[in-house]
């Protein structure tokens, strides 16, 4: 029997979401399994001192506080991208329900850690980038533990589309800190840093305070409420294109932090 154009259509766009998946997991998790290696290893190793090659400023011996909050945001948050995509597979959640739950409040526990972490540094030390990265990432961290709270507390209630609806919105915004790499990554690829600086006030620093986590809520919030607006064809297409565009970025903003800094920095730290 012949493939209908929709039908055909309805397979490419499953490719599509298939293969923009399979890189955001890879992508998130090696990212992920970077911030254990270098940033948690670094802590566990006494060797904090090598955070300010990546981040100026990050470590201070004078604020052992901050410093203590942002490993714990860096350990709870790489088990959060290693684990974010998991959860989200249906076959899991369906057929394994009790890993499901487990990996669940493993997540949920990691994701107020790498909030209450984040919101730590900031009251103690301050971001690098001010006054603005200070807000935007202080709302960042506040939205974060908000919606674990409600994953957490609406799976306990039984209430399963309000527990979806707001897991869906932490994982938009779990995967909130790898995207502010994967937009760096890309930007100096193709730009070479324009409107960024080294103290993170540049214009285009500044846009990126809001603009890694905002989004993700906006298209989380789409997806939640109008699932069937992906019916007709025409959007099918349109959505493909967007699809295939969006993982090719993801691969070049991968291989670009992979081969500039993510591995230099682990073989950095394991090389002593």
């Given at each position: 029997?012949?493939?209908?154009p929709?039908?055909?259509t309805?397979?490419?766009?499953?490719l599509?979401?298939?293969?923009?998946?399979?890189?955001?997991?890879?992508?998130?998790?090696?990212?992920?399994?970077y911030i254990?290696?270098f940033y948690?290893?670094a802590?566990?190793?006494e060797?904090?001192?090598l955070?300010?090659?990546?981040?100026?400023?990050?470590?201070d011996?004078s604020?052992r506080?901050?410093?203590?909050?942002i490993?714990?945001h860096?350990?709870?948050?790489g088990?959060?991208l290693v684990?974010?995509?998991?959860?989200?597979i249906?076959?899991i959640?369906v057929r394994y329900?009790?890993?499901h739950?487990w990996?669940?409040r493993?997540?949920?526990?990691?994701?107020?850690l790498t909030?209450?972490?984040g919101?730590?540094f900031i009251?103690?030390?301050?971001?690098?980038g001010?006054?603005?990265m200070n807000?935007a990432?202080a709302?960042?961290?506040?939205?974060?533990?908000v919606?674990a709270?409600?994953t957490i507390?609406y799976?306990?209630m039984a209430?399963f589309?309000?527990?979806?609806?707001?897991?869906?919105r932490?994982?938009?915004?779990?995967?909130g800190s790898?995207?502010y790499?994967?937009?760096?990554?890309?930007?100096?690829?193709?730009t070479?840093g324009?409107?960024h600086?080294?103290?993170f006030?540049g214009?285009?620093?500044y846009f990126?305070?809001?603009?890694?986590y905002?989004?993700n809520l906006?298209?989380?919030?789409i997806?939640?409420?109008?699932?069937g607006?992906l019916?007709?064809?025409?959007?099918?297409?349109?959505a493909?294109?967007?699809?295939?565009l969006a993982t090719a970025?993801?691969?070049?903003?991968?291989?670009?932090f992979?081969a500039?800094?993510?591995?230099?920095?682990v073989?950095?730290l394991?090389g002593?």
């Amino acid at each position: 029997m012949l493939s209908t154009p929709t039908s055909r259509t309805d397979q490419i766009f499953r490719l599509a979401t298939k293969l923009l998946v399979g890189t955001v997991w890879l992508s998130a998790t090696f990212f992920g399994l970077y911030i254990l290696l270098f940033y948690f290893a670094a802590l566990l190793l006494e060797e904090t001192q090598l955070w300010n090659k990546v981040l100026p400023g990050l470590f201070d011996t004078s604020t052992r506080l901050a410093t203590l909050g942002i490993g714990l945001h860096f350990a709870a948050g790489g088990i959060l991208l290693v684990l974010g995509c998991i959860q989200l597979i249906d076959r899991i959640r369906v057929r394994y329900l009790a890993v499901h739950r487990w990996l669940g409040r493993l997540y949920v526990i990691s994701a107020m850690l790498t909030a209450i972490g984040g919101l730590v540094f900031i009251l103690v030390k301050d971001t690098i980038g001010g006054t603005v990265m200070n807000v935007a990432f202080a709302l960042y961290g506040i939205l974060m533990f908000v919606a674990a709270v409600q994953t957490i507390r609406y799976a306990r209630m039984a209430r399963f589309e309000q527990h979806r609806a707001w897991a869906i919105r932490l994982f938009a915004l779990a995967i909130g800190s790898w995207l502010y790499r994967m937009d760096y990554g890309f930007w100096f690829l193709f730009t070479d840093g324009l409107g960024h600086t080294s103290a993170f006030r540049g214009p285009f620093d500044y846009f990126m305070d809001f603009w890694f986590y905002l989004p993700n809520l906006l298209v989380a919030e789409i997806f939640i409420g109008r699932r069937g607006a992906l019916q007709s064809d025409a959007v099918k297409i349109g959505a493909t294109i967007l699809t295939f565009l969006a993982t090719a970025f993801l691969v070049l903003a991968t291989y670009y932090f992979t081969a500039k800094l993510w591995a230099p920095s682990v073989l950095e730290l394991l090389g002593g």
